[in-house]
């Protein structure tokens, strides 16, 4: 079975531009999230999805970012006019939901983008 | 807002000694859950403790969650280069509503 598939692995935009980072979820899987890590730091919590639904943002600054899992494709992360603040690595992780009390929350991760803001 | 607290930051330690790195809060967690981080790679599950006392063992690593469910340590003895990289604990939330909190993780060395 594939992972948590992500891409692209790196990726460099000039300040103003906007960064699109996608992520496909284990076969099965269908709540995604994403995190965000920068260097010596560990994972900053941003967005929970499921297919179609946004299930918690919390983590998500109010304005620039955007995340959505469409019924079909890929989970997307949307950066619009990055700054150099943005350059991160972006992880996505997949789980598979079960009912509350089975759930082990366990995450699969992927290997992450990698966004470089010049 | 929940933090977990991992110590120490960084760890550089000769191959055959033994380690012990740390995982603490004030807040109660439901589940902790330790994984391991590669440069360039995303984080890998090692395991997840649930109850206070647990202790689990994977190989040459002891996992231990404290009789409260605040605090977490991870021992490995006899490490090896191959034990090299980011030890990060993540916490699950009593209502298990919020997604996972993680710490900023034990940056490990081991120097052959």
């Known amino acids: 079975n594939a992972g948590v598939m992500q891409n692209p692995r790196h990726l460099v935009r000039r300040r103003g531009q906007e960064a699109r980072l996608r992520c496909s979820p284990m076969?099965?899987?269908?709540?995604v999230y994403w995190y965000r890590q920068l260097p010596e730091e560990g994972l900053k919590f941003m967005v929970y999805?499921?297919?179609?639904?946004?299930?918690?943002e919390s983590g998500m600054p109010k304005e620039r970012f955007s995340a959505e899992f469409p019924k079909e494709g890929p989970s997307i992360l949307r950066i619009q006019q990055v700054v150099r603040g943005d350059s991160a690595a972006y992880f996505c992780?997949?789980?598979?939901?079960?009912?509350?009390?089975?759930?082990?929350?366990?995450?699969?991760f992927g290997e992450g983008s990698r966004l470089t803001v010049l | 807002t929940q933090l977990l607290e991992q110590s120490p930051q960084f760890l550089s330690i000769q191959e055959g000694e033994n380690l012990t790195v740390y995982c603490n809060s004030s807040?109660?967690?439901?589940?902790l859950q330790w994984y391991r981080q590669e440069p360039g790679e995303g984080p890998v599950l090692l395991v997840t403790?649930?109850?206070?006392?647990e202790v689990k063992k994977l190989k040459r690593l002891t996992f231990q969650f404290g009789d409260a469910r605040k605090d977490s340590s991870l021992h490995i003895t006899a490490a090896q280069p191959g034990d090299t990289g980011l030890y990060l604990c993540?916490?699950?939330?009593?209502?298990?509503?919020?997604?996972?909190?993680f710490g900023k993780g034990t940056r490990l060395s081991v120097i052959a």
């Open positions: 403790v649930v109850t206070g006392g």
């Open positions: 993540a916490g699950e939330d009593l209502g298990g509503n919020t997604p996972l909190v």
């Open positions: 807040s109660v967690f439901s589940s």
């Open positions: 076969k099965g899987h269908s709540h």
């Open positions: 992780a997949s789980s598979q939901y079960t009912d509350r009390g089975a759930n082990t929350g366990e995450l699969f």
């Open positions: 999805l499921q297919k179609e639904n946004i299930i918690d």
